[in-house]
Each structure stands twice: as C-alpha cells, then as structure tokens.
C-alpha cells in the first residue's frame, strides 16, 4: 500500500493488518532482547501452575508485533513523521500459536499550529483468531501533509 498524507485520512476510516503467528521462537528471542525472563514465559512447568495453564507471550511483544504489522502495510511509511504516544490495555493473554490481526481506525483527526504536519489518533485493536480483542489501544502519530 502507499504512503498516505494526513490529507488521505478520515474520521472512522478503517485498516486491517495481515495475520501473525505467535511463535516459541519469537517470545524466546524476545525474553533475550528484553531480559524478561519470568517464569510466565520461560518455564513450562511453573505456567502451568497459573490460571494461564502454560506459557504466555510477554504483553509488550503483542505490542511489538502489532506495531511492526501496522508499518508492514505501509501507510505511514514515508509520511509519518513522530510517533507522540500510546494508551494500551491488555485484555488477555497472547498464547504460543495464537494468530493475530490488527485493526486501527482513525478515532481522531487534528491540525496543528504548522501548515505542513498534522496529528492522528488510532485506535487499535488486536484481535486473536478467535475473535477475541486481546490488546487494545490508541497510537498518536504526527502525520506530512502534501502542502
């Protein structure tokens, strides 16, 4: 998809990510370049001692993901110019083998004091392959405009 300008944009408009697959291999490689290594995570057999039953993925990595599938579409690619901020909830776990899709939409659209920029709110969604909304969220991103 191309780059699109603040101009593209419109309130409630909406875009959907392809799908990932939560593997073994990711929250592994994760633990390592966060240095969380809690047992939730790591250790089979203290997991399935919690309400979970078996390991999960860290929260942050959903986020990480979710945010990596949003710029593999490309629409800020070339045009996003600062990533403000970002509410996030995490309303369920994120388990080995789980798929995800992400679903934003445009919650706010504002002008800024400079002619050449201007400021979205996203709200994101992180859906499971069941449906379920596992994270949820808002981004704020100061967008170009083709003046």
Do not use: C
């Not at 929250?27 to 001692?49: C, I, M, N, R, Y």
């Amino acid at each position: 998809m191309e780059s699109l300008y603040f101009e593209d944009f419109a309130q409630g408009q909406e875009f959907v990510t392809r799908s990932r697959t939560i593997t073994e291999a990711d929250v592994v490689a994760f633990a390592g370049l966060s240095g969380d290594f809690h047992p939730l995570h790591t250790d089979e057999e203290f997991a399935k001692k919690t309400m979970f039953g078996a390991r999960i993925a860290h929260g942050l990595l959903g986020l990480s993901i979710a945010s990596g599938l949003i710029n593999q579409m490309g629409i800020g690619e070339k045009t996003v110019l600062a990533f403000l901020g970002l509410t996030w909830n995490f309303k369920g776990a994120l388990k080995f083998g789980d798929t995800i899709t992400v679903r934003q939409k445009v919650a706010e659209k504002r002008d800024t004091s400079k002619p050449d920029r201007g400021i979205l709110r996203m709200a994101i969604e992180v859906i499971n392959q069941r449906g379920e909304v596992v994270q949820e969220g808002e981004h704020t991103l100061m967008i170009k405009r083709r003046v």
